[in-house]
């Protein structure tokens, strides 16, 4: 059985750290209308992976955040044009910079994120491998006009989608002190992206639904935050060299070759490492990495030049450089690819690395190319011993790093690998270690490994690691730390099927990879029909899937907080529309339980295996109108 569907448990987020900075404000006042205190807010977004989509796109255009007891939206970003598109796709669990604003102290209960709904707002471009079945073709873009997007509002050019979150406890921002918001959005949450194919009709529908996959997930520790790189402009250089002023810059989109930048509004400030170092190149010299402590007189560095900039978060909020790429060209620094490993050929030494346009670009690695970790600059390997040894799978998070930018094939300098997960089956959990294997169409691509548990103390970057604890999907804030309770838990009716990110150098395992995390992924049973409601009083009801037969019973929970997702999937003459059931009110639950007991009706249930032989739904669709075809 192919567990390509792996892309149902992809999970994106929307972080948004606010950091409380000084005693700063801004604008005007006098006696009666004394000047309002601000704290700095560094706005960014990130995700997790999918193997079927290279581009999921969407246009961030507002973040606004609500305050406790009433009272206007403080809206704290706004995007300037050309800069508000965000692809999700790439950016699996790193940090993506907006920039930095102020906003007013105070006690926040939720945000309103509002993004564009107008045709060409949200693209979507399949990869080049999808899973086999996927309703669209491989590296294929999806037309505007066969996206349809939920919840859209205002006049026809000015479309949008407000997407309303509430905490799940207040915000309290003051000019002192720290905190962070973590917004989390499912990239692949299975009411996200719905396909859906009238019988005979020759096109598939997709239909984006806003509503649901936004949830409040809390940042225990900024300075554990992967950062994707980001690209600006140089403003000025500190007098005292310690600190670069730059303006956030962007590509122009569509991408065009060579790549030119867009100037965007938000401005920040980066600091050099003046304890260890950062590392610069000179990108059109062709020189580096040198280590620097100061910005000052550094050949190369100068106003008004473009900047690649990999930066870490302080615990102040501060950003600190760990590497700085420069050149006099945008498209310089631009062209080294930052994406998803979609194949390791260790016969002939090349990865191929998806790009931002979702490109297939061809990387060979050589006895020189040096490889990182979550951008730290102690080498964790080097050469094609490390393809090798398994070190590198399809699935990771890297970006390259090379000597000559326009080279082809590109040849590595380095690459840092932003994020290791390891994802598929699971398999053989003891009380030491569990195995994933993972099947790809392409059979080169496979891999099955053992992966110890992490223990707490520090990894290859000097960073501090937790010990291994998991949960369900989506439920991250109901941690188990318990080995011989996730030993347990991966076992039931379907197989357990996983998601880890992997640490290097941790104390388990020293020169190898270690489980961090594991997140147990819904699994998708499939479409089905409703075979019993015998057990509707107790949240429980029986399946029937079509292609199979099997039967399953699965159970829902109506508790606030943790109750299933329900959506109803309507389809009225080619118009798809999926609406949110909520469960956890009468009306809801009545309207849900009706829908179960109507003869035939058809579901699709996303749901974790339990122990009990039973299905935790986390997720259920029930179709009315015109059904989905097979």
């Known amino acids: 059985m192919s567990w390509a569907t792996l892309r149902y448990a992809a999970c994106s987020a929307l972080f948004v750290v606010l950091v409380g900075c000084g005693g700063s404000s801004t604008g005007g006042g006098d006696s009666m209308n004394p000047t309002q205190q601000m704290g700095t807010l560094p706005l960014m977004v990130s995700d997790a992976t999918t193997d079927d989509w290279a581009t999921v796109g969407v246009n961030v255009l507002n973040i606004a955040l609500i305050p406790q007891g009433g ?20 950016l699996d669990q790193l940090g993506e910079i907006l920039g930095n604003v102020s906003v007013p102290v105070g006690t926040y209960s939720g945000a309103v994120v509002t993004v564009g709904a107008n045709p060409g707002d949200v693209q979507l471009v399949t990869s080049e491998d999808p899973e086999a079945g996927f309703a669209a073709p491989a590296s294929t873009p999806i037309a505007s006009a066969d996206i349809q997007i939920q919840g859209a509002r205002g006049a026809t050019g000015s479309r949008t989608v ?54 409040h997930h809390p940042i225990a520790d900024i300075t554990h935050l992967v950062l994707r790189h980001l690209y600006a402009s140089l403003t000025s250089i500190s007098s005292d060299g310690s600190t670069l002023n730059i303006t956030r810059v962007y590509p122009t989109r569509p991408i065009v070759n060579p790549e030119t930048a867009v100037t965007g509004t938000q401005t920040l400030s980066v600091l050099v490492d003046s304890t260890n170092g950062t590392l610069f ?5 062709g020189t580096g990495p040198t280590t620097i402590k100061s910005f000052t007189n550094v050949a190369g560095l100068s106003n008004g030049q473009y900047l690649r900039i990999q930066a870490r978060y302080q615990e102040n909020g501060t950003l600190t450089a ?5 050149s006099s060209q945008f498209n310089s620094v631009w062209v080294s690819p930052e994406g998803h490993v979609d194949h390791v050929d260790t016969v002939n030494n090349l990865i191929w690395v998806t790009d931002e346009v979702g490109t297939h670009v061809p990387v060979s690695i050589n006895a020189n190319t040096e490889f990182t970790y979550h951008g730290g600059t102690t080498a964790i390997g080097s050469g094609p011993s490390f393809l090798a040894a398994g070190d590198l799978v399809r699935g990771f998070k890297v970006h390259v790093n090379c000597v000559d930018p326009l080279q082809v094939p590109l040849v590595a300098q380095s690459i840092d690998i932003e994020t290791a997960a390891y994802s598929g089956v699971i398999s053989l959990a003891s009380t030491s270690n569990f195995t994933y294997t993972h099947d790809y169409m392409r ?33 991250p804030t109901l941690t188990d730390s318990t080995v011989n309770d996730f030993v347990m838990a991966t076992t039931g009716a379907l197989p357990a099927v996983g998601l880890s990110g992997a640490v290097w150098g941790d104390p388990a395992n020293m020169s190898g990879w270690s489980a961090r995390n594991a997140i147990l992924l819904p699994v998708p049973v499939g479409l089905a ?15 029937t899937t079509m292609l199979t037969s099997s039967t399953y019973n699965v159970d829902f929970s109506t ?10 999937v309507a389809d009225d003459n080619g118009i798809v529309t999926v609406s949110p059931v909520d469960i956890t009110t009468v009306s809801g639950l009545t309207n849900f339980e009706s829908a179960l007991m109507a003869s035939g009706t058809l579901v699709k249930v996303f749901a974790v295996p339990t122990p009990t ?17 097979n």
């Not at 403080?74 to 800069?83: C, E, N, Q």
């Not at 190149?281 to 010299?285: I, Q």
């Not at 707490?456 to 949960?471: H, I, L, Q, S």
């Not at 032989?613 to 075809?629: C, E, I, K, N």
């Open 71 to 90: 009272g206007s939206n403080v809206s704290v970003y706004s995007a300037g044009s050309g800069t508000s598109y965000v692809n999700l796709e790439q």
């Open 162 to 215: 407000p997407i309303k979150v509430i905490f799940d406890s207040p915000l309290t921002v003051t000019a002192t002190s720290s905190n962070a918001l973590n917004l989390e959005f499912d990239l692949s949450h299975p009411a996200f992206i719905v396909a859906h194919q009238p019988p005979g009709a020759g096109t598939v529908l997709w239909a984006v639904n806003f509503n649901g996959p936004v949830r």
């Open 281 to 285: 190149y000179n990108v059109d010299a």
């Open 322 to 326: 760990t590497r700085i790429w420069a």
């Open 443 to 475: 059979p080169s691509d496979d891999y099955s490994i053992a992966l110890e548990y992490a223990t707490a103390g520090t990894d290859v970057n000097g960073t501090n690691v937790k010990a291994f604890d998991y949960w369900n999907f989506a439920y």
């Open 529 to 543: 029909t409703v075979s019993s409601t015998s057990g509707l009083s107790s949240d429980s009801f029986g399946i």
């Open 559 to 568: 508790t606030s907080g943790q109750a299933t997702l329900v959506y109803q």
């Open 613 to 629: 032989g039973s299905l935790q739904a986390y997720v259920v669709l029930y179709y009315s109108g015109t059904m989905p075809a």
